[in-house]
């Protein structure tokens, strides 16, 4: 990654809290994770473990390319789409937005300081309200 790129991605650590989150909820180490992250169709390993330490400690790292947040995916549990929008955001300050309401973009930003099992909490939640239970 280009110096300028690294520059300017500090301060975002959306992709390595994913990453850090995932394998502790895993209980893996580096190596036992770099194992798991085959890529679907070529059975091929897409990460290295010091690599994912790199990623881990906030060292500069290359952003990933498709063909590793697939093995990464696999490797973490997790969709790419996840992956990818977490890559996108610390990497290449990308944001998805999903409404213009500011109450929503507010209530979005909160989630993302919450941890999986309370995004998913959060989640079964508003759905049973939708369904009116």
Same mark, same amino acid.
């Given at each position: 990654? @280009?110096?300028?790129? %690294?520059?300017? +991605? %500090?301060?975002?650590?959306?992709?390595?809290?994913?990453?850090?989150?995932?394998?502790? @909820? !895993?209980?893996?180490?580096? @190596?036992?994770?770099?194992?798991?992250?085959?890529?679907?169709?070529?059975?091929?390993?897409?990460?290295?473990?010091?690599?994912?330490?790199?990623?881990?400690?906030?060292?500069?790292?290359?952003?990933?390319?498709?063909?590793? !947040?697939?093995?990464?995916?696999?490797? !973490?549990?997790?969709?790419?789409?996840?992956?990818?929008?977490?890559?996108?955001?610390?990497?290449?300050?990308?944001?998805?937005?999903?409404?213009?309401?500011?109450?929503?973009?507010?209530?979005?930003?909160?989630?993302?300081?919450?941890? %999986?099992?309370?995004?998913? @909490?959060?989640? +079964?939640?508003?759905?049973?309200?939708?369904?009116?239970?």
């Amino acid at each position: 990654m @280009a110096a300028e790129d %690294q520059k300017a +991605a %500090q301060g975002r650590t959306q992709f390595r809290d994913v990453v850090v989150e995932r394998k502790n @909820a !895993l209980n893996l180490s580096y @190596a036992k994770l770099a194992v798991r992250c085959i890529h679907p169709d070529t059975g091929v390993q897409t990460v290295k473990d010091s690599w994912l330490h790199r990623v881990a400690t906030g060292e500069p790292v290359q952003a990933p390319d498709f063909d590793m !947040l697939l093995g990464m995916a696999a490797g !973490l549990e997790v969709d790419v789409d996840v992956l990818q929008d977490a890559a996108s955001a610390q990497f290449f300050g990308a944001q998805k937005v999903f409404t213009e309401s500011a109450e929503a973009k507010a209530f979005l930003e909160d989630a993302d300081r919450l941890t %999986q099992a309370q995004r998913e @909490a959060v989640q +079964a939640l508003m759905r049973s309200l939708a369904e009116g239970r």
